[in-house]
């Protein structure tokens, strides 16, 4: 077994899950009377959890009922619609295949919700063992607080500078500092190269074949 481990986010770094919840914010923001966003525009409200892509798309404007009544609408929504465009992103499918070969211990921490974020794996990455897949609960801080990386660190039976953290925004590059790992920041997902090296980036890829030699040096 390798000496290393990874953990990957999964929004903007596994799957290209842009448009489906962009479309379920739209959907549910015109069922409540608010004005709908670009699809580009969700590339700076996601990444923080529901809850805070509500705020921003209403312009952080609303009180938190308002919040919840449209979370609750949006869970409804997104539920139907959560595999409706989202992709697995070019090379993934190999790369986790390769780490799974070479019994590369793997794990997942998300801030989507934790039962969507399962919905996910189990339609996408069935195929593959994770030791841990997380995604955001009110039990635990959210990203980019270290509790959550912590913990799966344990999972992992690794020494925190021997993990790798894998995601697209700063909030991936601040969870993998906070936490003592080794930040990669992948040029595929929502955000781009600036944000991800001002925010800690210890290596940028722009394809899984360089995160792939990374992951195994
Ligand atoms: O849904 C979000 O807000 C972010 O999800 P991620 O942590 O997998 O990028």
Redesign the pocket.
């Known amino acids: 077994m390798s000496q290393k481990a990874v953990i990957f ?5 596994l799957i290209d899950s842009l448009e489906d ?1 962009a479309n379920s914010v739209n959907q549910t923001l015109k069922e409540f009377g608010f004005n709908t966003h670009e699809i580009n525009a969700y590339k700076y409200f ?5 809850k ?2 509500l705020k921003r798309a209403t312009n952080e404007k609303e009180n938190e009922e308002t919040i919840e009544k449209l979370h609750k609408r949006f869970k409804v929504i997104y539920k139907k619609e959560i595999d409706s465009k989202t992709k697995v992103y070019e090379g993934i499918h190999q790369l986790l295949g390769k780490l799974e070969n070479q019994a590369y211990p793997k794990a997942i921490l ?3 919700p934790h039962n969507f974020t399962l919905d996910c794996m189990n339609k996408f990455f069935s195929n593959y063992s994770f030791v841990n897949i997380s995604g955001q609960k009110d039990s635990i801080a959210k ?1 980019p607080d270290a509790s959550a990386a912590l913990l799966i660190a344990k999972d992992l039976e690794k020494d925190v500078e021997n993990i790798y953290f894998v ?3 700063k ?2 590059m601040q969870t993998a500092k906070n936490a003592g790992m080794i930040a990669i920041g992948v040029l595929w997902g929502f955000r781009d190269e600036k944000e991800l090296r001002d925010n800690g980036a210890d290596f940028i890829v722009s394809n899984t074949d360089e995160l792939y030699d990374i992951l195994i040096s």
């Open positions: 986010d999964l929004d903007g770094t919840l996601i990444g923080d959890g529901v805070v892509l998300s801030n989507k990203k995601g697209d925004t909030i991936d």
